[in-house]
Each structure stands twice: as structure tokens, then as C-alpha cells.
């Protein structure tokens, strides 16, 4: 527990909690479209093993995860050096040792540990039904509709807290985030099904 009120603090003096909840939802957004994009492919082209579904679905989202943790890491790293230099400079002393030196070191980590969960997490709950699938579990219906459905409620619930966030509409702001995926789908039944 002392790790994440050691987190909760570091993120807090950094004010950077806020950018860690937007990449959360940014690349678990991203996740899910990508999934559903994937997955609607699968549905449309020719019939395809679900053993070779599933690793391509599964080597997307490793690549989004270590994509999202790599790009966080890096520019997050060059912002809080950034921001510590310039306090230091207003400040006249060096803070290496300081909390916001501490921060500056670990709060990169933080947000890429967000960024790249993010994608993975909500890649591998879309995934469930594949595998429930291949282990010889039966499902009430496809399991690549099953994968498309969780996709479209993850994105829907990723508006909706986007919505709760921002103080709108949490309904209006899922719908919005559905409306994405609902475009997405139609053009890639458009496109990949014709």
C-alpha cells in the first residue's frame, strides 16, 4: 500500500495524475479499435483459424502495449527533466535528491506503465472469447462476434468515463465513442468485405 501512496504523491506534485488518466483511455481506446479492427477483418475475409486469430490479434496488442509504454516512457522522461531543471534554476539548488527529483524519475515510469497497460489490458479482455473458444468451451454465438461486442461495450464504457471525467453526459460521451467504432466497422466492411 506504501507503493501507491508513493505513486499517488509523486503523481500529485507533478500534477500529472490528469495525463496519466488521458493516456489510459487514448491507448485503450486505441486497443479496442485496433481489436475490433482485427477482428471485423477476421469476420469478413476468408475463413481463418482461430489459432492464427488469435496470435495475430495477440501480437497487435503486445506491439500496442510496448508502442504505448516505449513512447510514454521517452517523452514523459524529457518533460520531467525538463520541468525539474527549470524548477531547480527558479529555485537555485539542486532538488536531485528532493521530491520532485524522485519524481522526475519515476513518474515516467508511472505513466508508461499506464500508457502501455492500457492497450494490452483492454486487447486481452477483447481476446477472451477467442480463447475460450480454441480451449473447447462453447459459446452462445461466434467468437469473434462475442470479441466484437466486448469491443464496442470497452469502447463504449471508455466514453462513458471519459464522459463522467469531464463532467458531460457520461451516455452522450459512450454514444460518441461508439459512433468511432460503429464508423470504423462500417468502413472496414466496406472496404475489406467488398
Not at 496470435?55 to 517523452?75: D, E, K
Not at 531543471?85 to 537555485?92: G, H
Not at 527529483?101 to 515510469?109: D, F
Amino acid at each position: 500500500m506504501d507503493l501507491l501512496k508513493q505513486a499517488s504523491y509523486l503523481l500529485r506534485i507533478t500534477r500529472t495524475h490528469g495525463i496519466a488518466r488521458r493516456y489510459f483511455v487514448v491507448n485503450g481506446f486505441d486497443g479496442a479499435l485496433t481489436m475490433l479492427g482485427l477482428n471485423l477483418g477476421f469476420l469478413v475475409s476468408t475463413p481463418t483459424e482461430l489459432s492464427v486469430i488469435i496470435s495475430v490479434c495477440l501480437g497487435a496488442a503486445i506491439a500496442l502495449g510496448m508502442s504505448g509504454l516505449s513512447s510514454a516512457y521517452v517523452s514523459e522522461s524529457a518533460e520531467r527533466r525538463r520541468a525539474l531543471t527549470k524548477l531547480e534554476a527558479a529555485m537555485v539548488t539542486n532538488l536531485q535528491e528532493s521530491s520532485h527529483g524522485e519524481a522526475a524519475r519515476w513518474v515516467p515510469m508511472l505513466i508508461a506503465l499506464v500508457n502501455g497497460s492500457a492497450p494490452l489490458t483492454i486487447s486481452l479482455i477483447i481476446l477472451t472469447p477467442l480463447w475460450l473458444s480454441n480451449a473447447g468451451f462453447r459459446l452462445p454465438l461466434s467468437p469473434l462476434y462475442a470479441a466484437i461486442i466486448i469491443a464496442l461495450m470497452l469502447i463504449f464504457l471508455l466514453g462513458a468515463y471519459l464522459g463522467r471525467i469531464s463532467g458531460v453526459s457520461w451516455l452522450r460521451s459512450g454514444i460518441q465513442t461508439l459512433s468511432v467504432a460503429l464508423v470504423t466497422a462500417a468502413l472496414i466492411y466496406f472496404f475489406a468485405g467488398a
